[in-house]
C-alpha cells in the first residue's frame, strides 16, 4: 500500500476542492478548516502548487486561491510528483542477494508500477466526477408536512 506524505495529501486536498468550483476563491484557512490539517502547512503546499501552474493566488477583498490547471490532463500523478518521488526505484531493505529478496524486489517493483500507471491514468477531472457521485443528495420534500 502506497503511503503519502502530509504536503501530498494536502495538495490533493487543494487542487480537488478548488477545482470542484474554478471560478470560487478559498483561502488557505477555509481549506485546512475543512480537512482539519495546518493552515501554515497547507499554504507552503499552495505555494508549491502555485509554482507549477496549478492554482493561483487572488489577492484583495474575497481573494484567496484558484484552481488554474487543466483539470482533463492535470492527473494525480502530476500533483503526487511535486512532493515525492513515485517509481524511486529499488525498494530500499530489501537483500537482493538472496531467492526471497530478488522475489520479494519484483514484486516490489511491480506494485510501484501499478501505482505509477494508476496516478497517470487518473484526471481531476475524473476525480471530481467520483466526488460528485458520492455526495450525499439533500433530502427531498415529500409533500407532507408544510411549513407553517
Not at 487543494?14 to 478548516?33: C, F, G, K, N
Not at 531493505?93 to 501499478?114: F, P, R, W, Y
Request: aromatic share 4%; hydrophobic share 40%.
Amino acid at each position: 500500500m502506497m503511503s503519502l506524505q502530509k504536503a501530498t495529501l494536502f495538495a490533493l486536498y487543494a487542487v480537488l476542492e478548488l477545482a470542484e468550483d474554478t471560478d470560487r476563491q478559498l483561502s488557505a484557512s477555509e481549506i485546512a478548516e475543512r480537512y482539519n490539517i495546518s493552515t501554515n502547512h497547507l499554504a507552503k503546499v499552495l505555494r508549491d502548487l502555485g509554482r507549477a501552474g496549478l492554482v493561483e493566488s487572488v489577492r484583495g477583498a474575497g481573494g484567496g486561491y484558484r484552481f488554474c490547471g487543466n483539470a482533463k490532463r492535470t492527473t494525480l500523478l502530476d500533483v503526487v510528483r511535486l512532493f515525492e518521488e513515485v517509481g524511486a526505484g529499488p525498494t530500499s531493505g530489501i537483500v537482493q542477494d538472496t531467492n526471497a529478496g530478488v522475489a520479494l524486489s519484483q514484486v516490489m517493483d511491480e506494485i510501484e508500477e501499478i501505482t505509477h500507471a494508476t496516478l497517470l491514468s487518473i484526471s481531476i477531472e475524473t476525480m471530481l466526477k467520483l466526488m460528485r457521485k458520492r455526495r450525499p443528495e439533500k433530502p427531498r420534500s415529500t409533500g407532507l408536512f408544510r411549513a407553517v
